[in-house]
């Protein structure tokens, strides 16, 4: 049973959250609790809390399992440009340029690996029978 956490309108760029997002993807959750504790990067931070808040989903949407037997794993993590600010900074020679201030949308799935395992088996014996 996987469990979905959203974060709109981080104003970092996409291009920077992803480079963070990358560590984590496919990992599991308390490898990627401790990567993103220690990482430098400006997006780890809010990427960290977002991790906790998709395991409090998952374990209010499972409230009899366990989670040390849950297994838990980063399923999925993307990362989508959000809402842009544009702006003008002074040029040479009366001139402006635009600044664009970017954002991003954070979209974090966690996954139980012991389900994984267990659904990949079953079609695997589904698929043998047949």
Excluded: C
């Excluded at 504790?37 to 998709?54: D, I, M, N, T, Y």
């Amino acid at each position: 049973m996987e469990a979905i956490a959203k974060l709109n309108n981080v104003p970092t760029s996409p291009r920077k959250m992803r480079l963070v997002a990358d560590l984590v993807r496919g990992q599991r959750v308390n490898n990627a609790l401790s990567i993103l504790k220690f990482e430098p990067r400006v997006g780890a931070a809010k990427l960290e809390k977002l991790l906790l808040s998709a395991i409090a989903n998952w374990q209010h949407k499972n409230e009899d399992v366990q989670l040390e037997e849950a297994d838990l794993y980063v399923k999925m993590i993307k990362v989508d440009s959000g809402k842009m600010l544009k702006r003008l900074r002074p040029a040479p020679q009366g001139r402006a340029h635009r600044i664009r201030k970017r954002s991003n949308h954070v979209t974090l799935v966690v996954d139980s690996f012991n389900e994984v395992v267990a659904e990949a088996a079953e079609s695997n014996e589904s698929d043998n029978n047949k």
